[in-house]
């Protein structure tokens, strides 16, 4: 998990056009999310998901695989999903919001599902306050709700993780609620993460033993850090700030 910039001022039209609208004022009307096609193509649009994978660099939101990278038992490819931060089903009227609409891989999705805890008061819909600010809310909403779940546009953790063996943990109780809840400590990403911290640690045994200076190994790790499109961010960091202790494990 890193945190995510994304301009909520830059709202895609077709979550403007006067359809997505309607659906909303519908849902608002009913007081429920309608869960059928018609309701769900209005934040599956195009322009939607264009947007949502470049702002993403087409990572998962919660566990930084690229989407395609993702295999899942049932599925031949891992297919992108518009993820719902706060989901739809409890918050009907935040489906076509665009500071709720997140880019994830389908086992994270899957894993997340309806699940969204918090520890405040529930927050409702205030029609003449929220209406106005339907796309950029979350601010308000979190500050009322303190909900456990991290969100990557608005909460930098990259602090508060840590991958021993690969696997991810954290003393935090908002990021392992998490882990936890999207299963981002499941067997195929550990081993994945172990292997990006194997190859680091044998190519620093690697310039030891040609007595060359550990420093590009370093710098490597750093440049690697700068490209957004990389995989496992986060990790990455871990790797940078505990890279003395890894070499005295190894
Ligand atoms: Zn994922």
Request: proline residues 2%; positive net charge.
């Amino acid at each position: 998990m890193i945190k995510i910039e994304k301009d909520l001022e830059n709202t895609p039209n077709s979550l403007l056009d006067s359809k997505t609208i309607t659906r909303r004022n519908t849902c608002i009307r009913d007081k429920k999310y309608h869960q059928n096609k018609k309701f769900h193509q209005r934040y599956k649009q195009s322009d939607i998901k264009e947007k949502l994978k470049n702002i993403y660099n087409d990572k998962c939101a919660f566990c930084e695989q690229k989407i395609r990278e993702c295999k899942d038992d049932n599925l031949e490819e891992c297919s992108s999903t518009v993820e719902h931060y706060r989901p739809k089903s409890k918050y009907y009227w935040l489906a076509y919001s665009w500071d709720n609409l997140l880019w994830c891989c389908h086992r994270c999705n899957q894993n997340k599902d309806n699940n969204f805890d918090i520890e405040n008061t529930l927050g409702t819909l205030e029609k003449t306050t929220f209406l106005k600010k339907i796309h950029n809310s979350s601010k308000i909403y979190n500050r009322i709700e303190k909900p456990l779940m991290v969100h990557p546009e608005f909460d930098n953790v990259v602090n508060k993780l840590a991958f021993n063996n690969g696997i991810i943990t954290s003393d935090d109780l908002r990021v392992k609620y998490t882990i936890e809840t999207c299963g981002l400590d499941r067997d195929d990403l550990n081993e994945k993460r172990q292997t990006i911290i194997e190859d680091f640690i044998e190519n620093i045994i690697d310039k030891k033993l040609k007595n060359e200076s550990i420093q590009d190994a370093l710098h490597e790790l750093m440049s690697d850090l700068k490209k957004k499109e990389k995989e496992f961010i986060a990790l990455r960091y871990w790797i940078l700030k505990n890279y003395k202790s890894l070499m005295e494990v190894s």
